[in-house]
T-cell receptor
Framework: DAGVTQSPTHLIKTRGQQVTLRCSPK?????VSWYQQALGQGPQFIFQ???????QRGNFPDRFSGHQFPNYSSELNVNALLLGDSALYLC?????????????FGPGTRLTVT | QKEVEQNSGPLSVPEGAIASLNCTYS??????FFWYRQYSGKSPELIMF????GDKEDGRFTAQLNKASQYVSLLIRDSQPSDSATYLC???????????FGTGTRLLVSP
């Protein structure tokens, strides 16, 4: 039973470029949440997708956008990259009716913006 | 006031001792509370969750919740060097269906 998977593992981009990160949820999960974790900080909520729609969004600019596909996988897109976007990007999946029991995190994508 | 507050540490305990990690939260709409362990460079791993006032035990771990005081804690008994990690407290507001994380407490267990 595969857990949450993310790709790529590491990514180096230049300021101003665009990036797409991918996530496949744990089998049986239908909800995907994205978090950004800067060095030394806790994960910060970016947004959550359920039934292919953005259900909830944190305090992130419109440069951050996402998508959920019919198979529940998800993408996170970041446009016009800034140095401050360098972070570990975490995908978490859950079953929307059982979120009170927690979310499973993927291994993360380490993004470095130079 | 931060939504979730944790002492960043490091909290240093000797092997075999009890480690006590504390967390306060501001959102009274929070209904479930999670403790995640995060090793350096890795993603968070769920250790325990609790949603009723009182204590919940799982092996060496005990979570304690007091909703009136907006306080949740994690006790680790018989601490091992492998427990050295950052522990993240995360309430879940089921209305907004998102986890809100604290900055985490770094625990160091010395042999």
């Amino acid at each position: 039973d595969a857990g949450v998977t993310q790709s790529p593992t590491h990514l180096i981009k230049t300021r101003g470029q665009q990036v797409t990160l991918r996530c496949s949820p744990k089998s049986g999960h239908d909800t995907v949440s994205w978090y950004q974790q800067a060095l030394g900080q806790g994960p910060q909520f970016i947004f959550q997708y359920y039934e292919e729609e953005e259900r909830q969004r944190g305090n992130f600019p419109d440069r951050f956008s996402g998508h959920q596909f019919p198979n529940y996988s998800s993408e996170l897109n970041v446009n016009a990259l800034l140095l401050g976007d360098s972070a570990l990007y975490l995908c978490a999946s859950s079953l929307t009716t059982r979120q009170v029991y927690g979310m499973d995190f993927g291994p993360g994508t380490r993004l470095t913006v130079t | 006031q931060k939504e979730v507050e944790q002492n960043s540490g490091p909290l240093s305990v000797p092997e075999g001792a009890i480690a006590s990690l504390n967390c306060t939260y501001s959102d009274r709409g929070s209904q479930s509370f999670f403790w995640y362990r995060q090793y350096s460079g890795k993603s968070p791993e769920l250790i325990m969750f609790i949603y009723s006032n009182g204590d919940k035990e799982d092996g060496r771990f005990t979570a304690q919740l007091n909703k009136a005081s907006q306080y949740v804690s994690l006790l680790i008994r018989d601490s091992q060097p492998s427990d050295s990690a950052t522990y993240l407290c995360a309430p879940l507001n089921t209305g907004f269906q998102k986890l809100v994380f604290g900055t985490g407490t770094r625990l160091l267990v010395s042999p």
